[in-house]
């Protein structure tokens, strides 16, 4: 059933239109952070809304039965890293101030929604070891440009916890690259 309704193309377009969207706003709600960040930094900054981009470009392609490999492995590992960490650190959030905003709360809602979509649709993609080895220098390239060159997104009441952060989300990013690794390549022919 639950494939059915995955591979059902008005779900696909609908899924399609509501990344689409989120994907725009989370680029609109990085803006004060993209103004001050330098240019040579800005492809790393917007985590997950660069994520929910691959997916989005993922599914366009998928909607004519076309695939991209090396989208689709960023999809699944951006989603889930991002995903997994927007939530853990809105959390956080709630336990050092003892309140969220409803944005916060939202937040966490859509970031859970954007992990579970990029696994959901692991048995689709056409992903081999070189597509997971490009995807994975991508999200530990971004935990040296945020945590080294601090870029993380802007969480101030975190900014105490920045050591611990970055190591929590190297460690997310080694678990998202084997998650992909499993999902996708284990045990299918590699060519």
Known sequence: MIRYILLDKRFLLCLFIINLFGTIYGYIWYGGQLAITPDMFLPFVPDSPTASLFFTMFLLFFLFDKHVPYIEALAITTLFKY????????????????????????????????????????PHY??????????????????????????????????????????????????SIVIAYFLTVRNKPQV
Not at 130 to 159: E, Q, T
């Open 83 to 122: 995903g997994v960490w927007a939530v853990v650190m809105n959390l956080l959030t709630l336990i050092i101030e003892g309140s969220l905003s409803w944005q916060g709360y939202m937040l966490m809602a859509s970031h859970a929604g954007m992990a579970i979509q990029g696994l959901l649709y692991a």
């Open 126 to 175: 056409k992903i081999k070891r070189r597509h997971i080895v490009v995807a994975a220098i991508w999200i530990l390239h971004d935990v040296v440009i945020d945590y080294v060159f601090g870029m993380m997104p802007i969480y101030s009441v975190l900014l105490n916890y920045m050591n611990e952060i970055g190591y929590f989300t190297f460690w997310l990013s080694i678990l």
